[in-house]
């Protein structure tokens, strides 16, 4: 979607603002969101694009004031309702927590914790759309506008670019947030910079995005 | 208060509201409050960039395993120990006196957590987010890191679940160093690629 999330190119946020020796969170709220993030994804009940596209969808203004585990605290608020584990009754205490009957794997438990994290996700499949181009071939960016979730970010539509690298079948994220897994293959493109800004970029610079076949078709540029 | 400017204390609700969700989801049995600890604690205290400077001086000091590490990047890493969530599939880019690399996610905050544990605010940040993609140059300079016009920034925009690690260049005069010496030379944003190596001058 084209949400306040979708920055690259954006004007008038300001300079970079660095904080000397930052520590992993500010405060215990931010540490039990992170967690909690987490802890939910045991539960297989949502996956990485719906959790991402549930943060898209946060009002625009409030996403712009927000610091970073608030717009994760949106989110997780807004997927947990929608898949029906939680209301927002429940949460502000007007009515009393109902258990939540929906299919869901066991809570995480201490232990479990470690492996969890070190074994990961996968994201590549064994099957899917057969590859539409090669590394070495000339792709333009598809100008869509999808109102769903998409990972073609708005400042490579309609460029031209050369595909660097095949990464292999993949889950399409924009599919996956949507509840299809899609796989096809996923490539690294590298736009110059010129082919993205025009007279405001720079000879030297390349800017390499990640995108997926579909999001991408032949161009003779 | 915009996660644009420097951190700065939450609003009572928010504090509020998180400690309701989790009362919630402890009430359900959705989430245990152990699980959440110990969760924090590998994030705070087991996982951070100094796995990540582990594997830049690996590559520093061992042909075999840089060829090793350019070729299937995760896989050399597992070797080192450092696998999991959010670095399944890792790509290390390397900088030379002809390129300088740059990672960014303008979408959302994509990070490789298993070699540099959890990204800082600036990373996450509208103006980060925004500009590296169409001014690097420039964001560079604010981070005292200054790109002669003739040498290429490539810039990796973290769109898929492919993660980035920048191996910065090895400072000069570190000819006689061990591995140890020279993790410590590697400090955070040069593996991001927003700063460079420290020179064993600037680490002591």
């Known amino acids: ?221 | 208060m915009g996660h644009n400017h420097k951190h700065s204390a939450p609003l009572p609700e928010t504090v509020l509201r998180v400690k309701s969700l989790e009362s919630l989801l402890v009430e359900k049995g959705l989430v245990k409050t152990e699980a959440l600890d110990a969760l924090v604690d590998r994030y705070e205290n087991k996982v951070g960039p100094r796995n990540g400077a582990q594997v830049v001086a690996k590559a520093w000091s061992d042909p075999d395993y840089k060829a090793r590490l350019m070729k299937d990047a995760s896989a050399a890493i597992a070797e080192l120990g450092y696998t999991g969530a959010q670095g399944e599939e890792i790509v290390a880019v390397e900088n030379t006196p002809d390129v300088h690399n740059v990672v960014v996610c303008t979408l959302c905050s994509c990070y490789p957590w298993p070699v540099l544990g959890l990204p800082p605010v600036w990373y996450k940040s509208a103006p980060y987010r925004s500009r590296v993609v169409r001014e690097p140059r420039a964001v560079l300079e604010e981070f005292g890191t200054h790109i002669p016009d003739d040498v290429e920034v490539r810039v990796w925009d973290s769109t898929a679940e492919t993660r980035y690690l920048v191996i910065p260049e090895r400072p000069e005069g570190t000819e006689g160093l061990s591995e140890e010496a020279l993790a410590d030379l590697v400090n955070r944003d040069s593996m991001i690629g927003t700063r460079k190596a420290d020179s064993p001058e600037e680490a002591a």
């Open chain 1, 1 to 221: 979607m084209d949400g306040v999330h979708d920055m690259g190119g954006m004007h008038g946020m300001g300079p970079v603002e660095q904080e000397e020796n930052e520590p992993v969170f500010h405060g215990e709220w931010e540490q039990r969101m992170f967690a909690m993030n987490n802890a939910v994804s045991a539960l297989g009940v949502r996956n990485i694009d719906e959790s991402r596209h549930a943060r898209e969808r946060m009002n625009p203004g409030k996403y712009l004031s927000s610091s970073y585990y608030e717009i994760w605290l949106d989110g997780l608020v807004r997927i947990l309702s929608e898949k029906g584990l939680i209301s927002e009754e429940e949460l502000s205490g007007e009515v009393p927590p109902k258990p939540f009957t929906g299919e869901h794997r066991p809570a995480l438990t201490a232990d479990a914790v470690d492996p969890m994290m070190d074994k990961g996700a996968t994201y590549t499949r064994e099957d899917g759309k057969p590859a539409s181009f090669k590394v070495g071939d000339r792709v333009k960016a598809k100008n869509i506008h999808p109102s769903g979730h998409t990972r073609l970010p708005r400042y490579a539509r309609g460029a031209t670019g050369e595909i660097i690298a095949d990464y292999g079948l993949h889950v399409f994220a924009d599919s996956s947030a949507h509840g299809d897994d899609d796989p096809q293959h996923l490539y690294s493109v590298r736009f110059t910079s010129r082919d993205l800004w025009g007279e405001d970029g720079h000879d030297n610079d390349a800017i390499y995005v990640d995108l997926w076949d579909d999001h991408l078709e032949a161009s003779n540029d």
